[in-house]
């Protein structure tokens, strides 16, 4: 979901939720949405064994490029080397 959306299901302006959200919250409600996106794709990365592409689908990325650059960005690896990472963690 983006903040367009969410603004659209509350059916009250973007930039009106976008403001409450940061007052009451301290975060951008676009963070916030990313970083429920990055939490449960990671999920994903160690808890099943989806691909990347159906991972960055399930976890409300537009495609598999905006998932690696917005997951690289925030977790400072690809999601691939956060999976391997995770399975060297649990040997």
Not at 41 to 62: C, H, M, N, V, Y
């Amino acid at each position: 979901m983006r903040a367009t959306g969410f603004a659209e299901y509350l059916r009250l302006p973007r930039t009106e939720v976008s403001r409450y959200f940061h007052r009451l919250c301290g975060q951008r409600l676009s963070h916030a949405i990313r970083d429920q996106q990055i939490a449960e794709a990671k999920r994903q990365l160690t808890k099943t064994r989806r691909s990347t592409e159906q991972i960055a689908r399930r976890s409300g990325f537009g495609g598999v490029t905006t998932f690696y650059e917005v997951f690289l960005s925030v977790v400072g690896m690809t999601p691939t080397e956060y999976r391997l990472s995770t399975r060297d963690e649990e040997t």
